[in-house]
């Protein structure tokens, strides 16, 4: 059974309701919420624009499934580029009850043969903060190698962080 599938706006009370479950659990690795990104109308909107934008080939928004088929979290490919680089970020994120068993090591494995095979993209690129050994280890599994560090890279939990970035590369292209 897979593991990811591309979210719809329909996927956007659940997704609201995960999200506000896991706020706390979230918050150090992301920017700063105002309360109604937590709500089902603001994760539709969200996920109408990141649906735009996956018709229009720069982004691929997928839910992460827990093994009853329930959203347990999200990946996404951002800002596809095209032209000479043929590249993209990913994030992800899982709830903290689903954490430790695989699945965003799954989800990432799955997004990234996707990007590779499907998008064609040539490179994937993911950034973490120093301290968040669990998402390095998600990437490393995934034949992710380091290539640098960051300052002031992302402004997560309040301030500019510095991230470790990390890279795959297609090895078929």
């Keep these: 059974m897979p593991t990811t599938r591309l979210l719809t706006a329909k996927d956007a009370p659940e997704l609201a309701e995960l999200l ?18 937590f709500t ?18 720069r982004l691929l928004p997928l839910a992460v499934l827990d093994d009853t088929g329930r959203i347990a ?37 799955e997004t990234v043969q996707t990007a590779f095979a499907d998008l ?11 301290h968040n050994t669990a998402s390095q280890r998600v990437l490393l599994r995934n034949g992710f190698t380091a290539y640098g560090r960051a300052p002031q890279y992302l402004h997560i939990a309040g301030s500019w962080r510095e991230h470790i970035l990390y890279q795959a590369i297609n090895p078929d292209a």
């Design 120 to 130: 064609g993209l040539h490179r994937v690129e993911a950034a973490t903060l120093p």
């Design 20 to 37: 506000q479950r896991n706020r706390e659990f979230l918050a150090p690795w992301e920017p700063v919420r105002d309360d109604s990104y």
């Design 40 to 57: 089902a109308d603001a994760q539709r909107a969200r996920l109408e624009y990141a649906l735009t934008q996956h018709a229009a080939g």
């Design 73 to 109: 979290g999200q990946v996404t490919v951002n800002d596809i580029v095209r032209g000479a680089f043929q590249s993209a970020p990913i994030g992800y994120w899982v709830a903290e009850a689903c954490n430790g068993r695989g699945l965003a090591t799954k989800a990432v494995a």
